[in-house]
């Protein structure tokens, strides 16, 4: 899929030269992925204490 954007030059390029990649589209699309994986990791953090606990987990159990 083809799509023209305006993006900030200047960014682009930090982002260019901070990830190591060769092209504008690498960049682009290292940097949508990474922005997914967060959005999706603070769905995930959301959910901490709000699952019931299993009374009869024994986390010591598994550090011997």
Do not use: C
């Not at 390029?13 to 967060?38: H, P, W, Y």
């Amino acid at each position: 899929m083809s799509t023209n954007l305006s993006i900030d030059s200047d960014l682009l390029n930090e982002a260019l030269l901070i990830s190591g990649l060769n092209t504008n589209k690498d960049t682009v699309n290292q940097a949508l992925m990474e922005f997914v994986q967060r959005r999706k990791q603070r769905e995930i953090t959301a959910l901490f204490g709000s699952l019931p606990q299993d009374s009869g987990y024994d986390y010591k159990k598994g550090r011997k």
